[in-house]
């Protein structure tokens, strides 16, 4: 058997769709054993989503779902029964994390409040993943992704750069970054909170708000309010190769020569053109101020060379400079590829496909990604009647009577 970094960890995730599944699959990916408990017949909602494989909607063939729940385990409980929150608590006893992002509402009614379950476990951790935290004049506020990357934060500065602030409003950013950022801020606090219980004995109940998630990471704006009592908004004039994206002959790529020190070598690396050396140029406010003139000059200049040509020279003369990948484009790279980035996975309904290793590497105890995502109550013959010891008979019983 493998020795991973997290082998001796025992996981229970009561999560859906993408904060609390995407922590739990963090500590999955490095080995902990974790065990997704869905509502029978309805299961998690990422399971919904599109993209889905071939394009045909099925429970089974979310790539979100796939990609979410890798190296897991799943059963299937009904916790509004007396029978499946029985079931439930006694995962919980032989658990170390239980993983959750329901609505603090929700845990209460069903009674599975952490001052609950640490009377049947006292040295477990719960993580609660919730919209605003489970105390404060919003706790019981509903949420998205929109809604917290923009009371956060992020969305007022995106995009950061813009022609016209009236009628170029915020957005959100590319992805759903506020649920995953929440899922990665929880997995991190959550090890802190096992090193902690390894000294001490003691659980803990961890409280994350993905609101304050986001607000946390705004960064430079963030840090501009606090030390100056500034408020960044966007439309910043533009600095001369310092934010553009230029265009090429196979897409974009991304350039930062504000200096001359790396201005004069990207010259160098697009064809060293005539007009670089015009008065108007010379240094860069020049540039700056006469950015609109000098942009559609470049973009003349580089429409015949690739973006990997232009990244590799820039990248020789120490100047930060990057192609625009699409997802092909990633999933194509040597680079990651010799890195073992991703790796193919077998589903039974969805069959191979390419998922993403863990995000870390660690020299002795590597990450894996050899478990499909569990099929809706795959496991529950192996969970509930194999470890927990109910009959086959009384699972049986179960499933007829809405509990599995």
Not at 26 to 39: F, P, Q, R
Not at 279 to 298: C, G, H, M, V
Request: charged fraction near 25%; glycine fraction near 8%.
């Amino acid at each position: 058997m493998e020795n991973y970094a997290l082998s001796d960890l025992k996981v229970v995730e009561l999560a859906s769709f993408i904060s609390g599944p995407f922590c739990a699959k963090l500590m999955g990916d490095l080995g902990a054993e974790v065990i997704k408990v869905e509502e029978p017949g309805v299961g998690d909602e990422a399971r919904r989503h599109e993209p889905f494989k071939d394009d045909i909607p099925h429970p089974e063939r979310s790539g979100l779902f796939l990609y979410l729940n890798t190296n897991k385990l799943g059963v299937t409980l009904n916790l509004r029964t007396a029978t499946g929150l029985r079931i439930f608590k006694e995962l919980v006893r032989g658990a170390d994390i239980l993983v959750e992002n329901n609505h603090p509402s929700l845990v209460e009614e069903l009674g599975i409040e952490y001052q609950t379950l640490k009377e049947i476990n006292p040295t477990l951790i719960m993580i609660s993943i919730s919209p605003f935290g489970q105390s404060g004049p919003y706790r019981d506020y509903k949420t998205s992704n929109l809604v917290s990357i923009h009371m956060g934060g992020i969305g007022y500065v995106t995009p950061w750069i813009v022609d016209d602030l009236e009628h170029q409003p915020p957005l959100k950013g590319g992805g759903r970054q506020a649920d995953f950022l929440a899922g990665l801020s929880a997995a991190i606090v959550t090890m802190a909170a096992v090193w902690q219980r390894q000294m001490s004995g003691l659980g803990c109940h961890i409280d994350l708000s993905e609101h304050e998630a986001v607000a946390a990471i705004v960064g430079r704006d963030l840090v501009s309010h606090t030390m100056d009592d500034l408020v960044q908004t966007r439309g910043v004039p533009p600095v001369a190769g310092a934010f553009s994206l230029i265009r090429c002959k196979n897409g974009y790529f991304q350039v930062y020569v504000r200096e001359d020190r790396q201005w004069w070598p990207f010259v160098e690396a697009i064809g060293s053109p005539g007009w670089a050396r015009e008065e108007r140029f010379k240094d860069p406010q020049s540039r700056t101020d006469n950015w609109d003139a000098l942009e559609p000059l470049i973009w003349d200049s580089t429409k015949d060379i690739n973006k990997e040509e232009i990244f590799h020279k820039c990248q020789a003369d120490h100047i930060a400079c990057a192609p625009a990948n699409d997802m092909e484009e990633v999933f194509r790279s040597g680079h990651l590829e010799a890195r073992g980035t991703f790796v193919e996975i077998d589903h039974p309904q969805a069959g191979k496909a390419r998922y993403p290793r863990a995000l870390h590497h660690l020299s002795r105890t590597p990450s894996r990604a050899t478990r499909p995502a569990p099929l809706l109550g795959e496991h529950n013959g192996e969970i509930i009647s194999g470890r927990l010891g109910y009959s086959r008979e009384e699972l049986v019983r179960m499933r007829e009577a809405g509990v599995i």
